[in-house]
Structures are given as C-alpha cells and as structure tokens.
C-alpha cells in the first residue's frame, strides 16, 4: 500500500516526516495523513515525491514494481543532459524544476521549439511585462478595459 512505501522510502532516505514536508512543498500533517492512509497525494506532491526518492510515480502508485519507469532511456539522456550542461541563468544555478525544463527544451524537435518558445514569449509578455494583449479583452465584461481591471483584480494599482 502506499502508506507502507512512503514510510519505506523515507526511512531508506533518512528523512523525518517535517524533513520529507518541506522538501515536498507540504505540511508535514499532510505526510503524517498519507503514511497513515487517511489520505493521498494529489499530482504535484506525487511528482515532487517521484524526484525526491528517484522512483517512478508508478512505482509509488503501485502500477509497476520497477522504481524506475519504462521510459528509461528518455530518463537518462534527460539527467545525462542535464549534468553535463551545469545549467545557470543570471548567475545563479538553476533549480532542478528549471533544469527539467530546459534540459526537456533541447530534446524537442527544432519546429516545437518554436512553438514552446513563441507559447512562453507570449506568457512572459501577458505576465511579466504587464501587457494585455489578448482577445479575451474584447469580450470581457470589465468595462475598465484592461489596465484598469487587472489593478483592481491583483492589486497593482
């Protein structure tokens, strides 16, 4: 049961409940429910969980026995990748979710790369620089117009 493996993989690792929490992203009460059974982890502390023990999601839902998934080889020329960029933006080495984006980035093929990077350039535009430029503008309800509205909405103003 899950339960069993998550207090299994954590003792191999060494890590107490809080320890395991904080690496997760997660209360340790939250640990404490999911090696008790009174509850499981949603998606993103499977992930986070899959990363910090090294294992598949599916070893940790039980589907496979293998703790590493059938996608092996993409796996490792995935961490192969990354380990010999040695990977830094601005100086500062990048964290392992930065990494993993960057190093899946660079297995694409050139044409989705175009794609990932126009998709990304138009969040960075909408998001960072504060600039609304979408058609959803057109059909809003919010009579303000779009500067107006997104200072009331988050509070920029």
């Not at 990363?51 to 998934?69: G, Q």
């Not at 990932?116 to 609304?132: A, G, I, N, S, T």
């Not at 309800?141 to 107006?148: M, N, T, V």
Request: negative net charge.
């Amino acid at each position: 049961m899950f339960n069993t493996l998550l207090k299994e993989l954590r003792a191999q690792n060494g890590l107490t409940q809080g320890q395991l929490a904080k690496a997760a992203g997660v209360s340790p009460g939250n640990v404490g429910d999911w090696e008790s059974g009174k509850s499981k982890p949603g998606y993103n502390a499977l992930a986070s969980l899959a990363r910090i023990f090294d294992v598949s999601a599916d070893y940790l839902l039980e589907l496979t026995p293998e703790k590493t998934s059938g996608d092996t080889d993409e796996l490792r020329r995935l961490n192969e990748f990354k380990e010999e960029q040695g990977l830094v933006c601005d100086g500062s080495p990048l964290d392992a979710e930065e990494t993993d984006l960057v190093a899946m980035y660079r297995l694409l093929p050139s044409h989705v790369r175009e794609d990932m990077f126009d998709q990304v350039f138009c969040l960075y535009r909408k998001y960072v620089e504060r600039k609304r430029e979408s058609i959803y503008w057109t059909y809003a309800e919010d009579e303000s117009g779009p500067a107006e509205g997104r200072e009331a909405r988050d509070g920029t103003a």
